[in-house]
């Protein structure tokens, strides 16, 4: 009985594993050709008209000058948007990013350009509170909200804005890719980023579902976030990101996964830095979707397949094992294809030891819901998170359909918190 009940655990998982990879390239496929779709449709579309005529502001929390700040920012000061305002946000006055913006004023002194330095904290989450402090000083409203790290093209914000003309839509956010920066550490972070994550978004997207919101972007009109409850809604949550789009998923406002994909810094230079930086994103991943979480170990290919061989060695598990192997390898060359830069021929090699260290996290990020964010430590189950009241105003521009939803799959930006 016993041989029989581990041929058919091995087998399982082998299966699930397969399966998962098989569908992730599926669904990775899909979201190229949708993208490429709704760009060229987009250009075409009066929405598209409407949100290059339309002004913007621009958020950009900032808490220090970490590697690849200078370049990011700069990034958003080329816009081919006819009309934006750029918001750079601090709380220290001797904070090392003012001289990377005191920079980018001399350099673009026609931008619309402003530095906000206010140490006034609104809450556990520091991020939040410089939003809070920035938002008095935002002029237009439409808004768009970046982390510090994250670069773009010149056409990004007309391009992640337009959906915003539909007043149906909450939310605009997007995928994003990882640039390794100081080597091998890094580089095992872009593949988390890269290879697992924007994938898992994929597929969570082919299934229908829209319960996701990421600091890479999120696109939204001041109406919006106001029948989210404002900034101050989430001074207290680790998460903002997610529960932002949440929140406005609540009122009966659609999340539009656009078709840019931005890119961000990984940065981590040690297995320890790594280790503490991914931990913290499971963790915050964890807490908002637990169920969910608890299957996620059947997206990590190769151990899984290893598992399976162990325990169900034999020809009918081994050829599922090869199907599995070569769709996750698919999957990881069709993910570099995002990327700009050169990548080197090893890194394939680099997935089967990736994908060992991301189900090792995932079960230590099972023992605990401690999480160091920068020199905080926070943990990242004491949210209580509930729907904010609708003021009167906000009740009067509200969608009709403000009736709260929800759907079974979510997946909150893993680096919301940074």
């Given at each position: ?13 082998a ?96 931008v ?60 605009v ?24 994550f ?8 082919a ?74 994103w499971?963790?915050t ?96 189950t ?12 906000t ?6 359909n ?17």
């Open positions: 009985m016993i041989p029989h009940l581990s041929i058919l655990i091995g087998t399982g998982l299966a699930a594993a397969a399966g998962y990879a098989c569908f992730a390239v599926y669904a990775v496929l899909n979201g190229v050709r949708r993208a490429s779709d709704a760009a060229l449709q987009g250009l075409r579309s009066a929405a598209y008209i409407c949100a290059v005529s339309k002004p913007v502001s621009v958020l950009k929390p900032l808490c220090g000058n970490e590697p690849g700040l200078y370049d990011n920012l700069r990034s958003f000061c080329v816009q081919s948007h006819p009309a934006y305002q750029l918001l750079f946000g601090v709380r220290d006055a001797a904070d090392d990013a003012i001289a990377v913006v005191r920079r980018l004023q001399a350099e673009f002194p026609a619309d350009m402003q530095l906000v330095t206010d140490p006034q904290v609104h809450g556990a989450n520091l991020k939040v509170s410089n939003l809070i402090n920035m938002l008095p000083h935002a002029r237009h409203d439409w808004l768009v909200l970046a982390d510090s790290d994250i670069g773009v093209s010149s056409d990004y914000l007309s391009r992640v804005t337009a959906p915003l003309a539909d007043p149906g839509v909450g939310v956010t997007c995928l994003y890719r990882g640039v390794p920066r100081t080597g091998l550490w890094s580089r095992f972070g872009a593949l988390f980023i890269d290879d697992w924007a994938p898992s978004v994929q597929v969570s997207h299934f229908g579902s829209t319960r996701f919101s990421f600091g890479s972007t999120i696109a939204l009109r001041r109406d919006a976030l106001e029948a989210a409850g404002g900034f101050e809604a989430l001074n207290d949550i680790l998460a903002d990101d997610f529960w932002l789009g949440e929140f406005t998923r609540l009122r009966g406002l659609r999340t539009v996964l656009s078709d840019v994909v931005v890119t961000t810094d990984v940065t981590d230079n040690s297995l320890a830095g790594l280790w503490a930086h991914e931990l913290r499971l963790r991943i964890r807490a908002a979707e637990p169920a969910g979480f608890a299957f996620t170990f059947v997206t990590f290919t190769f151990p899984v397949l290893a598992v399976g061989l162990v325990l169900a060695h034999n020809a009918f598990c081994l050829g599922i094992s090869v199907i599995g192997a070569g769709a996750r390898l698919v999957l990881h060359y069709l993910q570099r294809q995002w990327r700009l830069e050169p990548t080197p021929a090893y890194e394939a090699m680099l997935v089967p030891l990736r994908e060992s260290l991301l189900l090792a996290e995932w079960a230590v990020s099972q023992t605990g819901s401690r999480v160091r964010w920068r020199n905080q430590i926070l943990d990242a004491a949210e209580r998170v509930t729907l904010p009241p609708l003021s009167t105003q009740l009067k521009n509200s969608s009709p403000s009736s709260p939803t929800s759907s079974p799959n979510s997946f909150p930006n893993p680096d919301s918190a940074s």
